[in-house]
């Protein structure tokens, strides 16, 4: 992998570099870099950080998501998901976390707590209109095609 299209980390937590779980996994795991254990009260949001800062390439986002299993078992999601980080941020990644179960959960230091998927991107030109194609679907959304 050449540098331009490497995802540089500083990691200032104790814990490991993010990694791929699996071989085809989509999503680095983020992990809390807490000093103590934090609790979460229902309907409750938190700014958890991770230690981590990062640098992508240009042209490029990471996107802070849920981990699926944190979110059935616990209920635990991300406020924001996906929540964007831009390629020319530099500050520490942290990762809003919002309790929906109706029971407190406790995260603890190194719980990996969301996935990061890095993406390409493109800009596109902005040209305004005085209409615009017609389509099949129309204006049509929100459930407008059914559930079967």
């Not at 200032?12 to 993010?18: A, G, T």
């Not at 779980?21 to 992990?31: F, K, P, W």
């Not at 991770?50 to 406020?79: D, M, N």
Request: charged share 20%.
């Amino acid at each position: 992998m050449s540098r331009s299209a490497a995802l540089l980390i500083v990691n200032k937590s104790r814990h490991p570099l993010p990694a791929y779980e699996t071989a085809h996994s989509a999503g680095l795991d983020l992990r809390a870099h807490l000093a103590q254990s934090l609790d979460i009260q229902p309907l409750q949001r938190v700014m958890v950080p991770t230690g981590l800062f990062i640098q992508l390439p240009e042209g490029h986002e990471a996107q802070v998501r849920p981990r699926s299993g944190l979110a059935w078992k616990q209920g635990i999601t991300v406020l924001n998901a996906p929540g964007t980080i831009d390629a020319d941020y530099r500050g520490e990644v942290k990762v809003i976390l919002i309790n929906l179960s109706d029971t407190p959960v406790t995260l603890h230091d190194g719980d990996r707590i969301a996935q990061l998927v890095v993406t390409a991107y493109s800009h596109m030109a902005v040209t305004e209109v005085s209409s615009l194609e017609e389509s099949g679907r129309g204006a049509g959304g929100f459930g407008s095609t059914g559930l079967r």
